[in-house]
């Protein structure tokens, strides 16, 4: 009993003392620099506090780049002046009027006797062509044609005829469309020839006869037969054909105006 009284009286006065230590005024602690008032790393509390040996990663967040700045814009140059293209000069070249005459010359024959429709030939510029004192096809230049129609003449009448084209002139290295178509050329007549193959029949006939019979009416026989032997000889013998001859030189005119550039 006597150690149970003691426990209560001890018991009392420890909390008579807590309470009055409770009600007792509070000191107040003094800010600043007393070590006592920083926590360690122990006083944490288990959750916040970290490990000694944790090592705390710091995250470095890298710089915003830099704004680029935007392009320099450099003045356009101005365009250059397009320069104008010279003017072409035009030549109007030199024209040959229509109606001009021109000199032909044939180095060979051209006649019906050897030439059809269709035949080629050629033959040469006997004079220069000038327009306005300017020379445009001199003399030599060579001329192109054709035979357009060749009709030879008949065995009993008729004249035989031939018509030549005269299709391009060759100068200045080119050649120059001309088209011009030169005048009929007709044979020669046959008449006389026949009257003469009559009349010399019948001469030879007559003389024949009266050396054979030694009469008048002998000799008329004879020249009656020789006028019908001439006679029959000129039927069937051709009249001459028509023909230009070599070194012969014709005369034509320009059908239509030629004209001649780069002189």
Known sequence: ???????????????????????????????????????????????????????????????????????ATSAKPKPKPVAKPAPVRVDPGVTVAAGTSIKVSFAADVSTKDKVAGDTFSATLAEDIAVEGKVVFPAGSTINGH??????????????????????????????????????????????????????????????????????????KGAAAGAAAGTAAALLTRGPDPVVKAGQTLTVSLDHPVNVKGL
Not at 50 to 70: K, L
Not at 153 to 171: N, Q, T, W
Not at 194 to 205: I, L, Q, R, S
Not at 207 to 220: F, N, R, V
């Open 1 to 71: 009993m006597k150690r149970l009284r003691t426990h209560l009286f001890v018991l009392s006065l420890v909390v008579t003392t807590l309470v009055a230590a409770g009600c007792a005024p509070k000191e107040e602690i003094p800010s600043g620099t007393s070590t006592d008032s920083t926590l360690s790393m122990n006083d944490l509390p288990e959750a916040v506090a970290p490990s000694p040996d944790t090592a705390i990663a710091v995250v470095e967040t890298p710089p915003a780049p830099a704004p680029t700045p935007p392009p």
């Open 147 to 220: 035979v357009v129609e060749a009709e030879r003449p008949g065995k009993a009448s008729g004249r035989g005829k031939m018509v030549l084209a005269y299709d391009s002139i060759d100068a200045h290295g080119s050649s120059y469309a001309i088209d011009t178509v030169g005048a009929p050329i007709e044979g020669k007549s046959g008449t006389k020839g026949d009257a003469t193959k009559v009349v010399g029949g019948a001469a030879a006939g007559a003389i024949l006869g009266k050396i054979l019979g030694g009469s008048g009416g002998d000799a008329a």
